[in-house]
């Protein structure tokens, strides 16, 4: 039940984890969920994909899909806390700041950035539409992996380890991705 991106994602984390197990190394690592926020010098992630396909008219419905956004900076926080934490050795963290769904984008979007209301996609396309359609459609399977992980996961290891706490709401993550998409 994983795209090809989290698969290789996931591959290469076990593999830094069996590399520095056979070496003897001290290994943190950091995941995170669509990182979002404002992008270093301009860079976009594919993530950005998530927001950028309610503003730039190519879609008709929005899809019933929530997902977890982690902003790009207190992805950033995470990795330098786990850089001079000892005790983040030998550990996997979680820096995320919640979830939300794409009409909770949508809704977001319309109240917060007005002026691109009128781009945004007026219908739902519910979850049931979505799950039935995967098996014959790309987009509709990649839909179907965002329905079935879990969209709340702790980051209660990188808090009481790292003393690390999110300092962006969801909100602003996602305001900050318009801000930039539209740059």
């Known amino acids: ?25 001290d290994l943190a ?14 860079h976009v992630s ?8 309610l503003l730039d008219g190519s879609s008709k419905f929005i899809p019933d899909i ?11 926080d995470a990795h330098v806390k ?15 700041n919640g979830s939300i ?9 319309r109240k917060q950035r007005p002026a ?3 781009k945004l996609p007026r219908h739902i396309l519910p979850s049931w539409v979505i799950r039935m359609a995967a098996p014959f459609n790309a987009q509709a399977r ?4 965002f329905l079935s992980i879990n969209h709340h996961p702790s980051t209660q290891n990188a808090e009481q380890r790292l003393a690390w706490q999110a300092k962006h709401s969801v909100d602003e993550t996602i305001l900050a991705t318009v801000d930039a998409l539209q740059g």
Do not use: C
């Not at 594919?46 to 396909?53: A, E, K, M, W």
């Not at 977890?68 to 900076?73: I, K, P």
């Not at 769904?101 to 979007?109: F, R, T």
């Not at 990649?142 to 992996?145: F, P, Y």
């Open 82 to 96: 786990a850089l001079f934490t000892p005790a983040a050795s030998g550990q996997r963290f979680l820096a995320t």
């Open 66 to 76: 929530e997902f977890v956004v982690s902003n790009v900076a207190d992805v950033a």
């Open 29 to 42: 690592t950091v995941a995170a969920g669509a990182m979002l926020g404002n992008p270093l010098n301009g």
């Open 116 to 118: 691109l209301a009128a």
């Open 46 to 53: 594919g993530s950005f994909g998530l927001v950028n396909q």
């Open 1 to 25: 039940g994983l795209s090809d991106y989290e698969r290789s994602k996931l591959l290469a984390e076990r593999a830094a984890w069996d590399f520095a197990q056979s070496d003897h190394l």
């Open 142 to 145: 990649s839909g179907k992996l």
């Open 101 to 109: 769904s794409l009409p909770q984008i949508a809704d977001l979007i």
